[in-house]
């Protein structure tokens, strides 16, 4: 029996990398006086590498930023860049799409009373906002954002500090994960970990995971193809709760 079910946000609650952060980032670029920054796809999926978006600026400007302006003071600079960024993230919020199934996942949860929480590399802002605005009709019992944190993933730190809020053994909380380092982070704290790869991650290695899927699967939309399972559960293009709580 699970005690408790934790979401990563960014590409497992909400479709956000591709047409969100990366746009969000590019546009925050171009407004600070680097028009001559603009992450392409493959670019941003390297630097998603890196846990964390103040980590994923300072990143690339040490190792691939070629222009004649780098930053003068480059901890105001990933400061100020990451709040601008996040402004124009917030707004975009509301336009991104929902992963399949997500929604419909965590009502059956609820249903039977199983806590949930939110650990992301996000920060604070943007993770309240999915929770109050996107998701209003589910209570997430902790909400941990990347800057509440002092080792963002791959480090355990942010399940750790999960657990002990929720007062909760490892291996009755479920991690829905969607990259490797998310689930490394997830597995070293000693949770079942289901991962949802998406466009993004479909070539990670997520091999540690307990549970692999295409998505968690909709009855009129986009259906759950199961690549690795630690134990048979019942999916008829549908990931339910209930194979989970048995």
């Given amino acids: 029996m699970m005690q408790a079910v934790l979401f ?84 975009m919020l509301p336009s991104l799409p929902l992963r399949p199934g997500v929604h419909r996942f965590m009502h059956e949860w609820k249903n039977m009373g199983i806590r949930m929480g939110i650990c992301t590399t996000s920060n604070e802002r943007v993770a309240k906002t999915v929770a109050e605005v996107i998701l209003p009709d589910i209570h997430f019992s902790v909400i941990i954002a990347g800057d509440m944190v002092k080792h963002k993933k791959p480090d355990p730190e942010i399940y750790n500090m999960a657990l002990s809020m929720l007062g909760a053994t490892a291996k009755q909380v479920l991690v829905i994960e969607d990259t490797h380092i998310g689930v490394q982070a997830a597995k070293s704290a000693g949770c079942t970990v289901l991962a949802t790869y998406n466009a993004y991650t479909e070539n990670e290695d997520l091999s540690s995971a307990d549970f692999i899927v295409s998505c968690l699967g909709e009855s009129n939309g986009e259906r759950a193809v199961i690549k690795q399972a630690a134990f048979p559960i019942d999916v008829d293009g549908i990931v339910r709760a209930s194979s989970f709580n048995k």
Wanted: net charge negative; no cysteine.
């Fill in 8 to 91: 990563d946000l960014d590409g497992v609650i909400i479709d956000t990398e591709r047409n969100g952060h990366r746009v969000a980032f590019n546009e925050a670029f171009y407004k600070s006086g680097y028009p001559d920054v603009a992450w392409d796809e493959e670019l941003y999926h390297k630097l998603l590498q890196v846990g964390g978006g103040k980590e994923r600026i300072k990143y690339y400007f040490d190792r691939f930023y070629q222009g004649n302006n780098p930053p003068q003071d480059m901890d105001k600079f990933v400061m100020d860049m990451h709040k601008l960024k996040t402004s124009i993230f917030v707004k």
